[in-house]
């Protein structure tokens, strides 16, 4: 099993529609998570950290259930630019523990 | 805002070569990483420094070796590139403060063709 699982998709939704996905994560000492968008052909870049009292910024909503090990994102009212793959991002206490997910490809069609 | 610069966009190389991925950050980060990204696989940790010369094997450290002489600087070296190492190759660089958890910055990364 895969220390951080995500759904590789594509998930392909309308512009305007509301979309989310999970990731799960397999080590409960897990401390630190992110969500990261990676644009095609281009770096990742950090889209949100995800708290334990879950946060929000702007349309996207980022959640944390430690109890079931996963993280979510929610992408409300989806703009084409949303278009890429999120990647998600578990760290544990040990700095060499920085897991990244294979991603999940979202696809916003007009 | 940080910037992370690796030396090269595209590099083609023969097997057997020495072949030296350089990247360089501007913002002070203690910590730098190289990363390989293959489909269907992520990324994936090669090596990281948490410190001037300092180095840690990552989850795929075979094949590689690492040089952290500066701190701005994290050197990536594949001794005798083989055609398995075809990739893209990602540098990041972060912080390590509580407040700010790990967040990583990351380099546009350099697409090595290994024939």
């Known amino acids: 099993r895969k220390e951080v699982e995500q759904d590789p998709g594509p998930f392909n939704v309308p512009e305007g529609a509301t979309v989310a996905f999970n990731c799960t994560y397999s080590?409960?000492?897990?401390?630190?998570f992110f969500w990261y968008r990676q644009d095609c052909r281009k770096e990742p870049k950090l889209l949100m950290s995800v708290y334990s009292s879950g946060n929000e910024d702007g349309r996207f909503t980022a959640q944390l259930n430690r109890a079931s090990q996963y993280i979510s994102l929610l992408i409300r009212d989806s703009k084409l630019s949303d278009s890429a793959t999120y990647l998600c991002?578990?760290?544990?206490?040990?700095?060499?523990?920085?897991?990244f997910g294979s991603g999940t490809r979202l696809s916003i069609r007009p | 805002d940080v910037k992370v610069t690796q030396s090269s966009r595209y590099l083609v190389k023969r097997t057997g070569e020495k072949v030296f991925l350089e990247c360089v950050q501007d913002?002070?980060?203690?910590?730098m990483f190289w990363y390989r990204q293959d489909p269907g696989l992520g990324l994936r940790l090669i090596y990281f420094?948490?410190?001037?010369?300092?180095?840690e094997k990552g989850d795929i450290p075979e094949g590689y070796s690492v040089s952290r002489e500066k701190k701005e600087r994290f050197s990536l070296i594949l001794e005798s590139a083989s055609t398995n190492q075809t990739s893209m190759y990602l540098c990041a660089s972060s912080l390590s403060t509580k407040d700010r958890g790990y967040e990583q910055y990351f380099g546009p990364g350099t697409r090595l063709t290994v024939t």
């Open positions: 080590n409960s000492a897990s401390q630190s």
């Open positions: 991002v578990v760290k544990n206490s040990s700095a060499s523990k920085i897991i």
């Open positions: 913002m002070d980060h203690e910590n």
């Open positions: 420094s948490y410190d001037v010369k300092m180095k």
